[in-house]
């Protein structure tokens, strides 16, 4: 059966878009654009056309489609992961995309960016690699600025506020917040790039990527009006700053509340928290988030961190024809990082191990595609395990901080220091 398994060509090259498909495409993006009364503000973009490296924030679908409004009338290839090709893989390849299989470090995409550039066009990269959890910047890789000397093209980015608040990861209705607001800024020339340190591009792309959603709409006053804004949000925000307790918040309406104590907080349409009764300890979302990054810490740096063998069950991803179901199997968390164990594809045993030093951060999906529960997915070149464990005493967003922590424990370990943002 391992013979049969078809694996996804990662190695074609990118195709350049179909002339057809491009005004399609900004047909298709501007109903939702005109709906969120986007403002695009263009710096220091005079004069500059492709090819170029693009480098956008990522928040939300409607990312892409003001990441083609920013770019028209020219053509792009776009980093997308695996799972956005199923079912649609040519089509996918015709617009532009790029397949990528998150937190792997994979040659190949250099050579599909190279040629991107030759061709004269824009490469498009969400460095960020998946959707912010709480609206603010998620970790950056530190190749970012070996990338960016490496294709010797001008370096834009594309900040994106608004689109967290209005469509969150963790409760993708859509709240009609609008305007949302772009900034597509010139961070450098190849001039300045070839006169630049790889460290000095890191540092400065890092704060070129500093944005925070909820900050965003509290100062613009922009409220949310829709009743169940803050469901969802317990998936995010798993642990009570009340009593301590993890994997017991849950969330209904407008109000996040913890089971174990009962402490109840309300989500303002302004996105503030304030305590029913008592103590308000966080009112502003990502400041929670960070508390409990402060928490996982400390179990890290104690030594404790685990999340005990897990019941699970897996989901494989070789190709973008379809998940092929592996069934139950374990999984593994701690001071070691991921240890997966399953059936593979060809029926026998399956071990899949990622120590601390080879993951900077994973992917996570709260309740995926509406019906499949949380997951963490895990990766090599050739597969894609969709994991999913069984019960409630778990959180994948407390998975997420903790493979960025242990990470950055292993690089103080062996006197590798990563500035903030970056790993």
């Known amino acids: 059966m391992k013979n049969k398994i078809e694996r996804f060509d990662m190695t074609e090259p990118p195709r350049r878009t179909k002339w057809y498909l491009r005004p399609v495409i900004n047909v298709l993006c501007l109903p939702d654009l005109l709906k969120h009364r986007n403002k695009l503000t263009k710096i220091g973009m005079d004069g500059i056309k492709p090819p170029y490296l693009l480098l956008c924030n990522h928040n939300a679908f409607m990312d892409f ?5 920013a770019i028209y009338p020219y053509r792009a290839n776009y980093v997308v992961a695996i799972d956005g090709f199923i079912g649609r893989e040519n089509l996918l390849r015709d617009v532009g995309c790029i397949c990528k299989r ?10 599909q960016l190279t ?20 609206g603010t910047t998620a970790i950056l890789p530190a190749s970012l600025g070996k990338l960016c000397k490496l294709l010797k093209v001008p370096v834009v980015t594309l900040i994106c506020h608004g689109h967290h608040v209005n469509s969150p990861f963790w409760n993708l209705h859509d709240r009609g917040i609008r305007p949302t607001e772009a900034e597509m800024t010139l961070q450098f020339t190849p001039e300045e790039l070839a006169e630049t340190s790889a460290d000095e591009i890191n540092r400065r792309l ?14 613009r006053g922009i409220r949310t009006k829709y009743k169940g804004r803050a469901e969802g949000l317990h998936r995010v925000l798993y642990k009570c ?6 994997y017991r918040m849950n969330s209904e309406g407008a ?14 349409e302004l996105a503030e928290l304030e305590a ?19 928490c996982v810490r400390k179990e890290v740096e104690d030594g404790t961190y685990s999340t005990g063998v897990m019941k699970v069950t897996v989901d494989s991803l070789p190709n973008a024809k379809k998940f092929i179901h592996l069934g139950e199997g374990t999984l593994i968390h701690d ?27 994973c992917h996570i999906e709260y309740n995926y595609l509406g019906k499949h529960g949380d997951c963490v997915d895990l990766n090599t070149l050739t597969d894609t395990c969709y994991i999913y464990p069984e019960g409630r005493d778990f959180s994948v967003t407390k998975m997420a901080l903790a493979t960025e922590e242990l990470y950055q424990a292993h690089c103080r370990k062996i006197g590798k220091n990563c500035p903030p943002g970056l790993a």
């Open 65 to 69: 489609k003001v990441a083609s409004k």
């Open 102 to 111: 998150k937190f792997t470090n994979d040659i190949t995409l250099i050579r």
């Open 115 to 134: 040629a991107t550039v030759k061709n004269g066009d824009v490469a498009i990269i969400y460095p960020e690699a998946r959707y912010s959890l709480c």
């Open 206 to 219: 890092v704060e070129a990527f500093q944005y925070d959603d909820f900050a965003w709409q509290k100062e």
């Open 241 to 246: 700053p009340a009593c301590g307790r993890e």
């Open 255 to 268: 109000d996040l509340f913890c089971e174990e104590c009962g402490k109840r907080w309300h989500m303002t």
């Open 276 to 294: 029913v009764e008592g103590a308000t300890e966080f009112s502003h979302i990502p400041d929670w988030y960070e508390w409990q990054r402060e």
């Open 335 to 361: 001071m070691d990082g991921f240890l997966l164990r399953c059936k593979g594809l060809d029926g026998g045993d399956f071990e899949m191990r990622k120590p601390p030093s080879s993951l900077y951060s």
